[in-house]
């Protein structure tokens, strides 16, 4: 599976943003895709994760309620939808895949090159 994000851009404090994982490759609808975040100087955190179907998701405690990850299998698309953000959002946010739903990032077998993601006070 390869896997491609985009979407990031630089934008304000409480501003929303959306960013896309376009897969090719094998048959992405039998992956589960999760969305991680490094930011300067920090390690790479998990962020949410959607399950094959669109039918499950998890949220990392501060991106509840503020991102939502949804999935068109028939665009072998995985959308990240990201509001009210701050400063603290700022990262490169990476898509990946895996077999498992898990939040697990060892688990995860493919990655895309990652969307740079800048937030101004």
């Known amino acids: 599976v390869q896997l491609q994000a985009s979407g990031g851009g630089l934008v304000h404090t409480g501003d929303s943003l959306r960013l896309s994982c376009a897969a090719s490759?094998?048959?992405?609808?039998?992956?589960?895709v999760g969305w991680f975040r490094q930011a300067p100087g920090k390690e790479r955190e998990l962020v949410a994760v959607?399950?094959?179907?669109?039918?499950?998701?998890y949220y990392a405690g501060s991106m509840k309620g503020r991102f939502t990850t949804s999935r068109d299998n028939a665009k072998n698309t995985v959308y990240l939808q990201m509001s009210s953000l701050t400063p603290e959002d700022t990262a490169v946010y990476y898509c990946?895949?895996?077999?498992?739903?898990?939040?697990?990032?060892?688990?995860?077998?493919?990655w895309g090159q990652g969307t740079q993601v800048t937030v101004s006070s």
């Open positions: 959607i399950n094959w179907g669109g039918t499950s998701t």
């Open positions: 490759g094998r048959t992405f609808s039998n992956y589960a």
């Open positions: 990946a895949a895996s077999q498992a739903f898990t939040t697990n990032e060892g688990q995860y077998d493919y």
